[in-house]
């Protein structure tokens, strides 16, 4: 048998790897500058990551549609502002809000109301989704991974609030805290950068405040003393399509 | 008949490494931007050449999916630092930090059809 004059000595490997540990080892301790060493600057660079979605939340809306206003847009402007939508013009632009004038035909009480996403419990979009880019996240907010959405549209199909579009066209410009682009399904995110960021706002809640309507608030429903739980437990709301028992975190009070 | 392989081996070899001497010479190497001024990268520069896709890729499911932000390695934070001061974005120009070496590798990146490659506070100001 002949051996490899090229290969090492088996014995001197394990010695170079100690000695490289051991370097290593004093190097985390060596001074950079006065008062800052590199354990400090990998310690300081972990302590500001977010925890992310929390379980025990979920997030929802409430909706009285007996202060939104008949012609008023102005949460449908704060969440194309806030997104980066440009204002929709045609039927196939994509929109995460859209205001809609209902006529109850007997009575001919009507209504005004926006309609976004109603971010379900049991999301049809995440049923039928072929790859997995719907997807509820922990604190019930339903979204789309755009790295995972090949753009079949199966979940608008299955969306009984319409609440999906489809981008058709190159984007530009785009937020840098919402990223969008051509061939992805997009909608209603309930703002979730911001709530990452731990604001406790929406941008159409925000608007619809600031406007003087205070028809949109914005809640954890999971928490009995949030205004929106202290609301939907005094008055009477309603879920759209509530026979689908989707259980959506959006309720509508005076329809 | 072994020695004759073993010298044609030798030759082979040798020719090879005379052509990779010469094509380092005559190739055109791509021009990196240099980063903002007072800036230090998350990682050193050998890692981040071969390892930066790994590392958004891990960090892009955590944040959709998790939440979590703000964390070590974020694309963000890249543009951040490496946006180009004349075009101030990191894929506009030939010249800017993503396209001048992904063109040289003819490796086609996808994040800037949906991620903003210019830093927010230009994105802010633009909008305006």
New interface residues.
């Given amino acids: 048998m002949k051996t490899d004059p090229a290969a090492p000595p088996a014995e001197s490997k394990p010695r170079r790897r100690g000695f490289l540990g051991v370097a290593a080892a004093g190097m985390a301790g060596v001074a950079l500058a006065p008062g800052i060493r590199l354990i400090e600057?990998a310690q300081a660079?972990?302590t500001?990551?977010?925890?992310?979605?929390n379980p025990a939340v979920r997030w929802g809306m409430l909706i009285d549609t007996t202060k939104c206003v008949e012609g008023c847009t102005d949460c449908v402007d704060a969440c194309n502002t806030e997104n980066?939508l440009a204002p929709a013009t045609r039927p196939t632009d994509p929109q995460w809000i859209r205001k809609i004038e209902i006529k109850q035909i007997k009575t001919g009480r009507t209504a005004s109301l926006p309609v976004m996403c109603q971010h379900c419990a049991e999301p049809p979009c995440v049923e039928v989704c072929p790859t997995g880019a719907s997807?509820k996240?922990?604190?019930g907010i339903v979204?789309v991974?755009?790295?995972s959405c090949i753009g079949c549209r199966y979940c608008m199909m299955a969306c009984p609030y319409k609440a999906r579009s489809f981008v058709h066209e190159?984007?530009a410009?785009?937020?840098?805290?919402v990223?969008?682009?051509?061939g992805?399904v997009e909608s209603c995110t309930l703002c979730?950068?911001r709530?990452?960021?731990g604001e406790k706002t929406t941008a159409c809640a925000e608007a619809c405040a600031k406007a003087g309507h205070g028809a949109i608030v914005f809640g954890d429903l999971n928490d009995p003393d949030s205004e929106i739980s202290q609301r939907i437990r005094s008055a009477n709301s309603v879920q759209l399509r509530a026979d689908l028992h989707l259980e959506p975190g959006v309720r509508y009070q005076g329809l | 008949m072994r020695q004759i392989a073993a010298l044609l081996a030798t030759l082979t070899a040798l020719a090879a490494g005379g052509a990779v001497a010469a094509d380092e010479a005559r190739t055109p190497r791509p021009v990196v931007e240099a980063a903002r001024a007072g800036t230090q990268c998350v990682e050193p520069a050998d890692v981040m050449r071969r390892d930066h896709m790994r590392f958004l890729k891990h960090q892009r499911d955590d944040t959709v999916h998790a939440g979590v932000r703000g964390a070590k390695y974020s694309l963000k934070e890249c543009i951040g630092c490496h946006a180009s001061p004349t075009t101030q974005s990191v894929a506009t120009g030939e010249t800017n930090f993503c396209t001048s070496c992904h063109s040289y590798a003819a490796v086609r990146v996808d994040c800037f059809e949906c991620h903003s490659s210019t830093p927010q506070a230009v994105v802010q100001q633009g909008s305006k």
Avoid: E, N
Avoid at chain 1, 48 to 53: F, I, L, M, Q, V
Avoid at chain 1, 173 to 177: A, C, G, I, R, V
Avoid at chain 1, 179 to 182: D, E, I, V, W
């Fill in positions: 600057i660079a972990t500001t990551t977010s925890a992310g979605a980066g997807f996240r922990a604190d979204l991974d755009r790295h190159p984007l410009d785009q937020k840098s805290d990223p969008r682009g051509k992805c979730v950068h709530i990452d960021k």
